[in-house]
């Protein structure tokens, strides 16, 4: 299969990547992270999570961050919403588009959201419904897609169960997440096989941890299998939390760089995306998670 | 291409990685160093470099490495010899495989090595006479594959003239190394195709640098080209030293992890390969530089 000319990459970082994140950070810094985001050429911007911030003290603020963006017209401005109430409070907060998240393991829903795989399905149906009313599209999240913490390994027929029913519902994407980072080329490959029989090659989404290093390796499989579109967290926000110290989320500059590498267009700009990450970064008084950001940093010194 | 079933690691770290490492150590750590990775499985161990220590000083005392560390038969234990006086040194202390270096880049070269690639070339003929008298292989490595610090793009036409004239020479195996860590997987497959119509490819060797996190996507890459042999350093040893803080080679854990999810076999063990790279991470003060170790290490907590 030839590469794809352009791939569009989703900026997990200011959701997945900050929520992840030991220290909560205030609304202000989460505003200009996206708003700098945003002018780095960005497509799409996952920008807060609608939950208890009793439960998850980092996405506090979430509806005041919607209010603070500034909105470039063409980018999507998404929101993680668990479950009704979360996407109550997201159509109050004006959010076109939202995403729900699904575990393809069934101990690490259980643990996870306290409930079965098919009940958390269940629990989507009504906000499919309030979703569609209010013209609101729907991304899915399925975790633990090349491996469980709990499991261990996932059989791809078990992904591919999850990804069709959250498409069958509605989701018009599946982004496929690689949660604890365990997955290799050819597990990804094979994979993306099995799951593409069910769910269209081009409504389906890599999303990959660089936990054991193999986050580019598993993309660039990807590309190999068809898939243009890839999540991904500036300055690789989020770290792992089923590993103290580990790697987390790839980091988006990483990406876009493999992208520019292969002559694949993305839109956005990598000096003013690692602009964004090291002054996040600065902010979180964290290391640069990205080794591309920390290469052409130590090179400009 | 299928994967290969087997492919065979080619351990710098004591060498390569070390030289690269501010703080020299001291003979004894590198003794345990060799024997630690012998212990691992490895079949190939670069030990160390016959060079003046007043230049290199991380490199001093390569006879007693050599005298001190247990050979297990069939492992391959070789040292670099970047001229006569070297090769004469590493005959002396009894070593059986050498390796020796050209660029592909004429401004590396001249800045590197103080003369042009070809008069490097030439002062490699008469050192080639006394191996094959001594009955020593050589190896070949050829550097700046994918990209020059001081020239940027190099053409791959330029890296197959290189790479051809050392395996007539007589380098049994040319290792292709990206010494910058600039090179992407698409760059990687025709800088391979290019190179292999000169050099059969299983006489060529893949050396990735994690610079910008692209060196397991590469080895992929490679893989996908027929290459079957790859360098890599335990723990990351050695960093870049062309930008301070940004990742060096690429860790032998990663590239091996990578190798057993894609079912090829090594015949390296994982758990005393990474016990290896946490012990000198420790003796030199360091960070791990390998993901794989930083997450089993964490996960072991």
Known sequence: MPLPPKVRLVEVGPRDGLQNEKQPIDVAHKVALVDELTNSGLEYIEVGSFVSPKWVPQMAGSSEVFAGITRKPGVTYAALTPNMKGLDAAIAAGVKEVAVFAAASESFSQRNINCSIAESLERFVPMFETAQKHDIRVRGY????????????????????????????????????????????????????????????????????????????????????????????????????????????????????????????????????????????????????????????????
Chains 1, 2 share one sequence.
Request: aromatic share 6%; charged share 20%; proline share 2%.
């Open 142 to 301: 399925v975790s633990c897609v090349l491996g469980c913490p709990y499991e261990g390994d996932i059989a791809a027929e078990q992904v591919a169960y999850v990804s069709r029913e959250l498409y069958a519902m509605g989701c018009y994407e599946i982004s496929l997440g690689d949660t604890i980072g365990v997955g290799t080329a050819g597990k990804t490959r094979r994979l993306l096989d099995i799951v593409g029989r069910d769910v269209p090659r081009d409504r389906l989404a890599g999303h990959f941890h660089d936990t054991y290093g193999q986050a580019l390796a598993n993309v660039y499989a990807s590309l190999l299998e068809g898939i243009t579109v890839f999540d991904a967290s500036v300055a690789g926000l989020g770290g792992c939390p089923y590993a103290k110290g580990a790697t987390g989320n790839v980091s988006t500059e990483d990406v876009l760089y493999l992208m520019q590498g292969l002559g694949i267009e993305t839109g956005v700009n990598l000096e003013r995306l690692v602009s964004a990450g090291q002054r996040i970064s600065d902010v979180l008084g964290r290391q640069n998670g990205s080794n591309v950001a920390r290469a052409i940093l130590a090179a400009s010194k």
